[in-house]
């Protein structure tokens, strides 16, 4: 519990953190969210989080200088290890990381981060036994079901990324109500990558350019950084 590994893009655009989201249940979103942004520069003052427990590195306690990205993106990995070093189910590290992303959120919507993304079902995940795979799509739909109202409540509108229509039926249901019900929201908004895959989007965006190319639509001098982003599953956010 005590190693995480941080990816970062230095700049105030988007950070990337990967970690089981387990460890956001123990000290508040906020708290964890600002002692990670302080490896970013920026521009905005926030009075230091209390410490109790918690190696600190910096010499100002009192204040300290946190840039505040546009977007921050959660890889929702390890918690089936946590279970296991908890002597616990791997559904139960599962439910615990899912209450762990509300203080995700939470710690988001009070630093003014609008976006969010969290990936939490990918490609490869396919590979696990089918009695670890079936509950995580009956908890992700026992999370909409209990958080729709609190999620409503925020103005966080929900976006999904990844081939989500494959899953299940009633996780299908219960995500195109989901994306129903927030579509207004404007005040935050949280990406979700369920059956996602980076190497698989960047494929489906070869495949539809190419598509556009065969019937002419499309010149090879046409393809620019920005005209791929807008094959991208979700492209408005850095």
């Known amino acids: 519990d005590s190693r995480i590994s941080i990816q970062t893009i230095r700049s105030l655009e988007f950070i990337l953190i990967r970690l089981p989201t387990t460890r956001f249940r123990t000290v508040t979103g906020m ?72 203080e995700v959120l939470k710690g988001c919507r009070e630093l003014g981060i609008p976006c969010l ?27 909409i079901r209990r958080e729709i109202d609190e999620i409503k409540k925020h103005g966080i509108r929900v976006l999904f990324m990844g081939e989500w229509r494959e899953l299940p039926p009633t996780a299908v249901q219960d995500l195109e109500y989901c994306l129903e019900q927030t579509k207004d929201n404007r005040d935050m908004t949280v990406v979700v990558g369920l059956n996602y895959g980076g190497r698989q989007e960047i494929l489906r965006c070869a495949k539809l350019m190419a598509e556009k190319a065969r ?23 850095p």
């Open 31 to 102: 708290q964890r969210l600002q002692y990670r942004f302080i490896i970013n520069c920026g521009h905005r003052k926030a009075i230091a989080p209390s410490t109790k427990g918690t190696k600190r590195r910096m010499a100002d306690k009192q204040s300290i200088i946190v840039g505040v990205p546009k977007h921050v993106a959660v890889i929702m990995d390890g918690n089936g290890r946590w279970a296991k070093r908890h002597g616990k189910k791997t559904t139960e590290g599962h439910e615990a990381g899912a209450e762990g992303v509300r």
């Open 117 to 143: 993304s969290l990936y939490a079902f990918s490609t490869e995940n396919w590979s696990r036994p089918e009695e670890e795979v079936n509950p995580l799509f009956q908890l992700m739909s026992k999370y």
């Open 215 to 237: 019937k002419g639509e499309l010149l090879p001098e046409e393809i620019t950084e920005s005209l791929f982003n807008q094959y991208l599953y979700v492209s408005e956010f």
